[in-house]
């Protein structure tokens, strides 16, 4: 399961209500849950940014993030992935060594055009 929080620096931004039941059907359905938090730094109104990764226990949850988006230079396209899996279900599946593996093979930098 994908999701998007915040939505956008404009955006929804999920309660920790919301993100506890989403992590609940992840673990009901037997998948992952794919967060992507890449404005988890530029959020606008009351409601606080809680990462996903905080209901790993609960399900398996891959983050992902952008160093250009934080720091202005998008036309980088630089990331990072961080796995939250306190029980070992990622690790168990093969789900470590094929995101490994991949990074291994297409590692490049960004080519400037």
């Known amino acids: 399961m ?13 309660t920790e209500q919301h993100l506890k039941k989403v992590a609940e059907m ?3 359905l037997g998948i992952l849950v794919i967060s992507d938090e890449v404005y988890a730094h530029l959020t606008f109104g009351s409601k606080p940014f809680v990462p996903m990764g905080i209901f790993g226990s609960i399900a398996p949850v891959i983050t992902l ?3 250009s988006k934080r720091w202005i230079v998008p036309g980088c396209r630089l990331g990072w992935l961080v796995t939250n899996d306190p029980n070992g279900i990622l690790k168990e599946h093969g789900v470590i060594d094929s995101i490994a593996g991949y990074l291994n093979i297409s590692s490049d930098p960004a080519t400037f055009t």
Not at 2 to 14: D, E, L, R, S
Request: glycine share 16%; with cysteine; hydrophobic share 30%.
């Open 2 to 14: 994908a999701i998007i929080n915040p939505g956008n620096p404009c955006g929804n931004v999920y």
């Open 26 to 28: 992840a673990r009901k």
């Open 65 to 67: 993030g952008s160093i």
